[in-house]
């Protein structure tokens, strides 16, 4: 399988990883899934441009945050076939209800944002993180960071100002 990705951030991706521009990752992906934050700058991030570059076969996967993806871009293309199929965790009215026009397609997959709500993420995710920032703080290399740099960047701002307090 090959990996594409797009990350503004990312200088060195892992291993196997190929980096490309958005455009390109829409266009040639067979599922494509969303991984950012919501800021000013990523609202609607997915808008009706990139979903129209998507292959026919294609399927579109947000567990991230709703207000990166232009909903109504997304049901249209999905209402009528212009891609395969989505799978959503998050939606600009959440819950969606049984009026969602979502709801009434065939190819869309509907879960209630319920990512964080299994026993493993709500009891031992906490602490799993709580025990990988000390680890980092302490100087320990992360497996899961991806963009280290920035990181690395964030962490000398914090030292320096740390220092001049």
Known sequence: MRI???????KEPPDGVAMTSLEQLMAESDFVTIHARLA?????????DLIEKMKPTAHLINTSRSGLVDEQALYEALRDRRIQG?????FDREPPGKDSPLAALDNVTLTPH????????????????????????EGRQSRFI??????????????RREEGE
């Open 4 to 10: 594409l990705a797009h990350d503004p951030f990312v």
């Open 40 to 48: 000013p700058e990523t609202e609607k991030l997915i808008g009706r």
């Open 86 to 90: 989505a799978a959503l965790d998050v």
């Open 114 to 137: 319920m990512a964080g709500g299994s026993n493993d993420a709500f009891f031992n995710s906490p602490k799993r993180l709580a025990d990988e920032m000390i680890g980092l703080w």
């Open 146 to 159: 991806v963009n280290g740099q920035v990181f690395d960047v964030a962490a000398a701002r914090v030292r």
